[in-house]
């Protein structure tokens, strides 16, 4: 069976809640019609990232194909620290993308996910990006999200990734929890997003 296709471009308008905050996100009509389901909690499933991981978002997320930009995506690995997931290295997956879309396969999961278990890695997240401003999850990317798993975490970042991931609250953030992914609102952000200069030690006694 064939994965259906991701796709940003305007196709039927969404269930929004009300206060998102993007601009644009409102006339750029993600196919979604799931309602979006949202986190508000201060306290929850963290996400450390460190400010390598967010410079090295920012020089592989853009892409472009004769002279056409394209949605692109990439994997966060690292370790899992009780509820915080620390990601500390980007991953470039096998993609097929497109302007308004892009599928991975699955024998590019299991390639990455080999490859990181060699290493003691983890994936604890993706990141992908839109065309505009709308940084929410269309409802395929929950459905083909690389992994549904409890405190998993999927970024977006607009404008196809062309300005980076700074200000924070310029992207979508995204945690799995109870069986769905929700867009985390401010504070909530704030509160579970950190950003570290230097990679945690993993362990007591580990090579940091
Ligand atoms: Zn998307």
Same mark, same amino acid.
């Given at each position: 069976?064939?994965?259906?296709?991701?796709?940003?471009?305007?196709?039927?308008?969404?269930?929004?809640?009300?206060?998102?905050?993007?601009?644009?996100?409102?006339?750029?009509?993600?196919?979604?019609?799931?309602?979006?389901?949202?986190?508000?909690?201060?306290?929850?499933?963290?996400?450390?990232?460190?400010?390598?991981?967010?410079?090295?978002?920012?020089?592989?997320?853009?892409?472009?194909?004769?002279?056409?930009?394209?949605?692109?995506?990439?994997?966060?690995?690292?370790?899992?620290?009780?509820?915080?997931?620390?990601?500390?290295? +980007? @991953? !470039?997956?096998?993609?097929?993308?497109? *302007? $308004?879309?892009?599928?991975?396969?699955? #024998?590019?999961?299991?390639?990455?996910?080999?490859?990181?278990?060699?290493?003691?890695? +983890? @994936? !604890?997240?993706?990141?992908?990006?839109? *065309? $505009?401003?709308?940084?929410?999850?269309? #409802?395929?990317?929950?459905?083909?999200?690389?992994?549904?798993?409890?405190?998993?975490?999927?970024? !977006?970042?607009?404008?196809?990734?062309?300005? $980076?991931?700074?200000?924070?609250?310029?992207?979508?953030?995204?945690?799995?929890?109870?069986?769905?992914?929700?867009?985390?609102?401010?504070?909530?952000?704030?509160?579970?997003?950190?950003?570290?200069?230097?990679?945690p030690d993993q362990?007591?006694?580990g090579?940091a």
């Open positions: 069976m064939q994965d259906p296709i991701r796709n940003s471009f305007p196709t039927l308008y969404c269930h929004l809640p009300p206060w998102i905050p993007w601009k644009g996100a409102k006339t750029m009509n993600l196919y979604r019609i799931r309602p979006l389901p949202v986190d508000t909690a201060l306290n929850g499933y963290r996400l450390l990232l460190t400010t390598k991981v967010i410079e090295l978002v920012a020089s592989m997320l853009p892409k472009r194909v004769d002279g056409r930009s394209h949605e692109n995506v990439l994997y966060l690995a690292g370790s899992i620290d009780g509820i915080t997931r620390c990601a500390f290295e +980007v @991953v !470039v997956p096998k993609a097929k993308t497109a *302007p $308004g879309s892009y599928t991975t396969s699955r #024998d590019s999961h299991a390639e990455v996910l080999w490859n990181l278990s060699n290493r003691n890695l +983890v @994936v !604890v997240g993706q990141v992908h990006c839109h *065309p $505009g401003g709308a940084v929410y999850h269309s #409802d395929a990317d929950d459905d083909l999200a690389f992994i549904k798993g409890e405190g998993f975490w999927s970024i !977006v970042v607009p404008n196809y990734g062309e300005d $980076g991931m700074i200000p924070l609250s310029s992207c979508g953030f995204h945690c799995y929890s109870n069986h769905a992914f929700r867009l985390l609102k401010e504070p909530a952000v704030s509160n579970r997003v950190i950003v570290a200069k230097d990679r362990k007591k006694g090579s």
